[in-house]
């Protein structure tokens, strides 16, 4: 039972274009969401994060977006770059849940140039 | 401020035997987690450790273990290794502070069973 889905295994983009990337979660006790970038032979690296009490978080180049009526979130990559092409993993916690991380199996990214 | 640093980076086990994993929590943090990634999935939560305590734990039999010491670094043990251990072992750090907060990864352990 995945609880965090990730259902598009991979996007390619163009350089300067917009990356929209998507993930769907089903547990409603999820209040807490981070995305994270995993080049391959290194472990994963925080990019942002959302709590449930925010529809929206931006930092630089990176959106995020929360509808949690849709149980729905994406991340925006504005402009992308060749740099980018990594794995994102769409992560979730739960108050109570000690702060544990469901996340998502991953979508592989890549930005031509 | 030193990161996550996880010991060794690659290994090659038989199956049956026992395995130690270690992992060095960044600078200031009193939390860990053990992930269990397989290949093309997403890392699986396998337990974690706040002031050396077990305080969580995932869908893994008993033969996964873990300890944290006074200084926070941790140790996952494996026993009785099957071949579907075989998978990235990713120690994650992060400071409890009562409310959700992101975890900083290690840079991972490649376990083969063979």
């Known amino acids: ?113 | 401020e030193t990161g996550v640093t996880q010991s060794p980076t690659h290994l090659i086990k038989t199956r049956g035997q026992q395995v130690t994993l270690r992992c060095s929590s960044q600078s200031g943090h009193n939390t860990v987690s053990w992930y269990q990634q397989a290949l093309g999935q997403g890392p699986q939560f396998i337990f974690q450790y706040y002031r050396e305590e077990e305080n969580g734990r995932g869908n893994f039999p008993p033969r996964f273990s873990g300890l944290q010491f006074p200084n926070y670094s941790s140790e996952l043990n494996v026993n009785a290794l099957e071949l579907d251990d075989s998978a990235l072992y990713l120690c994650a750090s992060s400071y409890r502070q009562g409310v959700n907060t992101e975890a900083f990864f290690g840079q991972g352990t490649r376990l083969t069973v063979v």
């Open chain 1, 1 to 113: 039972d995945q609880q965090v889905k990730q259902n598009s295994p991979s996007l390619s983009v163009q350089e300067g274009r917009i990356s929209i990337l998507n993930c769907d979660y089903t547990n409603s006790m999820f209040d807490y969401f981070l995305w994270y970038k995993k080049y391959p032979a290194e472990g994963p690296t925080f990019l942002i994060s959302i709590s449930s009490i925010k529809d929206k978080n931006e930092d630089g180049r990176f959106t995020v977006f929360l509808n949690k009526s849709a149980k729905h979130l994406s991340l925006h990559i504005v402009p992308s770059q060749p740099g980018d092409s990594a794995v994102y993993f769409c992560a979730a916690s739960a108050e109570g849940s000690n702060y544990k991380l469901t996340f998502g199996k991953g979508t592989l990214l890549t930005v031509n140039p």
